[in-house]
């Protein structure tokens, strides 16, 4: 069983949406944050963003969120849009399956960019390949890795390339940190 140990460091999984939990479990043991996704009024998406807002900054180590379909989109709308304090404690995200939501599009608009944190989109179609170029994200071009009772190799070896971009932006951001306050 492929686990968290597959992840430098232990991380608080964030959950948006409905992602598949059987393959939830096998990427990590820890339990995984749910926030429900909810946009069919300004009303909904405001309280998505405020519940989501909620998880990230009540995570006790760094997070790694995790999106499925719809809630992706859902996902880069809150990551582009939200204070860099919130964002900053996102050190990667996971977005499965991404695609158009119908009127939701409209809903979770916002400037293309890329995220600020290490991302993979895994799926097959041409949404997907579109938001991996737009989010700067590494695409696993295939179907979910869920499917079967073990993550296949060719999916461990991205998430592992994966993690290791994490821990070099750590690195960066620490040396960084350590040239701005210099040698006292």
């Known amino acids: 069983m492929v686990g968290i140990a597959l992840l430098s460091q232990p991380l608080d999984l964030v959950v948006l949406g ?6 939830l479990s096998r990427l990590s043991p820890m339990p995984a944050r749910h926030i429900p996704l909810r946009a069919d009024t300004s009303a909904d998406r405001k309280l998505t963003a405020s519940h989501l807002d909620r998880a990230v900054l009540d995570a006790g180590r760094p997070v790694l969120l995790v999106a499925q379909g719809a809630a ?3 996902a880069a709308w809150w990551t582009r849009l939200s204070p860099q304090s919130y964002v900053s404690r996102v050190t990667g995200a996971l977005m499965l399956a991404p695609r158009r939501a119908g009127e939701r599009d409209a809903m979770f608009a916002s400037p293309a960019s890329r995220l600020p944190f290490p991302s993979i989109v895994v799926g097959a179609d041409d949404a997907s390949q579109q938001w991996a170029v737009e989010w700067g994200s590494r695409l696993i071009d295939g179907p979910l890795p869920g499917v079967g009772p073990a993550l296949s190799n060719r999916f461990q070896s ?5 993690t290791r971009a994490i821990v070099e932006r750590d690195i960066r951001t620490a040396e960084r940190l350590m040239a701005a306050i210099g040698d006292h």
């Open 158 to 162: 991205i998430l592992s390339h994966f």
């Open 18 to 23: 409905d992602a598949d939990r059987s393959f």
């Open 72 to 74: 992706c989109l859902a």
